[in-house]
């Protein structure tokens, strides 16, 4: 089936540093979705991305679709304590239902 | 606000037991999923499920079964619980056609011993 590529598997980063991570795919999609794991919890969803090229920001989230429609990435900025967890991609195929395929997560450690 | 409630968060059984893990969403939303979540091996797909008594197998189906006989609940069943079998195990639930994201539950921790 198809697969996610995400990097990096993890991070350690300093608070108040910048986050940027990655998925590509060798398909096309028409959707790509990030979600947070906190630790103990089910992820949630931050951002939602429709369109090639576009660019949305959740507070100090920020995510591309990329205009190849294999790609997407996420930054954070000035990185909190609370930023820890485990960030999911995923992306959707439009006739399938809603079903999703995950990337296998970014690990992210911040420091105080 | 809208739900997905796992009915435990923490469960230990023996080998061999029958188990039962219970997911309601609140949402009347059509998909529902079950994943299981390893170190390492990100999100499995057990089970799906898009409308009240249909079901498809997702990329781990054995050793589980699934049970939706109404729309807000649906079950995956361990016939008969393995040690490899102890994992996170996350529900989630998504609105039907269109590519709209997940609302997952808080997860059940099951450890078989």
């Known amino acids: 089936g198809q697969q996610l590529n995400q990097s990096p598997q993890s991070m350690f980063i300093q608070e108040g540093e910048d986050v940027s991570m990655n998925c590509t795919s060798s398909s096309i999609f028409n959707t790509w979705l990030w979600y947070k794991q906190d630790p103990g919890e089910g992820p949630v969803l931050l951002i939602a991305?429709?369109?090639?090229?576009e660019l949305t920001s959740n507070g100090r989230l920020t995510a591309q679709f990329g205009i190849t429609r294999k790609d997407s990435f996420l930054n954070i900025s000035a990185s909190i304590p609370s930023d820890v967890g485990i960030y999911f991609c995923?992306?959707?195929?439009?006739?399938?239902?809603?079903?999703?395929?995950f990337g296998d997560g970014t690990t992210l450690t911040v420091k105080p | 606000d809208v739900k997905v409630t796992q009915s435990s968060r923490y469960l230990v059984k023996r080998t061999g037991e029958k188990v039962f893990l219970e997911c309601v969403q609140d949402m009347d939303h059509e998909n529902m999923f079950w994943y299981r979540q390893d170190p390492g091996l990100g999100l499995r797909l057990i089970y799906f499920?898009?409308?009240?008594?249909?079901?498809e197998k997702g990329d781990i189906p054995e050793g589980y079964s699934v049970s939706r006989e109404k729309k807000e609940r649906f079950s995956l069943i361990l016939e008969s619980a393995s040690t490899n079998q102890t994992s996170m195990y996350l529900c989630a639930s998504s609105l039907d056609r269109g590519p709209y994201g997940y609302t997952f539950g808080s997860g059940t921790r099951l450890t078989v011993v």
């Open positions: 995923a992306t959707s195929i439009f006739t399938n239902a809603g079903k999703s395929t």
């Open positions: 991305l429709y369109k090639a090229g």
């Open positions: 499920s898009y409308d009240v008594k249909m079901k």
